[in-house]
Structure formats: structure tokens, C-alpha cells
Nanobody
Framework: QLQLVESGGGLVQPGGSLRLSCVAS????????MAWYREDPGKERELVAS???????AYADSVKGRFTVSRDNARNTMYLQMDSLRPEDTAVYYC?????????????WGQGTQVTVSS
């Protein structure tokens, strides 16, 4: 069974920082692209940042220059360093990864971690 577990969310003041982690576990051959999404009530889930297995990164325009995505392939872990946080960054942040498994590819979701930016 494939599993993604996020951690690191919390309450932070505007201008502050948080670091999210996502750990992948289960039976798989490789973890391919990993990504962070966020969802605020009343809005669609949006892609925040992604990173390929070779380290190529992509970001939503709204977080460029403030967020940094990275991964440790040996630990099957992805990180999201969030700096200069704004109230509009408040959302539940979800991890998604593409797994190469016997017979194909799977893209499960994590359970999410709440990030609240407020004074």
C-alpha cells in the first residue's frame, strides 16, 4: 500500500516561515515527480510546486521567489520551504507523488496539513 504523509503545518504570522515535509512509503520501484498542492475552502485545489526525480522544479506564479521545493531521494521525502508567508497562503497543503509500480504508475494523495497565516 502506497502512503504519503505530510507534516510541518501550523499557525504562523505574516512574513514568517514554515517547512513542510512529505514522506513516501510502501512497495514501489521508484518515486517519479512529486508535487505540493493547496486547497482553501471555496476554491479549487491548485498546484503550488513540483519537482522531478532529477530535481527539475516548477512553481505557481503566486509563490515564485518565496517557496522552495526540494527532495531527498534516499529518504523518499519532499520538502517545501515557505518564506515570506502571506495570509493568502492559508490553506490545506497536500502532497502528491507519481509512483512507478509493477504494472504501471499510481498517483495517490497525502492526507494534508493545515497552514494558517494570521496575526
Amino acid at each position: 500500500q502506497l502512503q504519503l504523509v505530510e507534516s510541518g503545518g501550523g499557525l504562523v504570522q505574516p512574513g514568517g516561515s514554515l517547512r513542510l515535509s512529505c514522506v513516501a512509503s510502501g512497495r514501489f520501484a521508484r518515486v517519479l515527480t512529486m508535487a505540493w498542492y493547496r486547497e482553501d475552502p471555496g476554491k479549487e485545489r491548485e498546484l503550488v510546486a513540483s519537482i522531478s526525480s532529477t530535481g527539475d522544479q516548477a512553481y505557481a506564479d503566486s509563490v515564485k521567489g518565496r517557496f522552495t521545493v526540494s527532495r531527498d531521494n534516499a529518504r523518499n521525502t519532499m520538502y517545501l520551504q515557505m518564506d515570506s508567508l502571506r495570509p493568502e497562503d492559508t490553506a490545506v497543503y497536500y502532497c502528491q507523488a507519481e509512483f512507478l509500480v509493477l504494472g504501471g504508475r499510481l498517483r495517490p494523495w497525502g492526507q494534508g496539513t493545515q497552514v494558517t497565516v494570521s496575526s
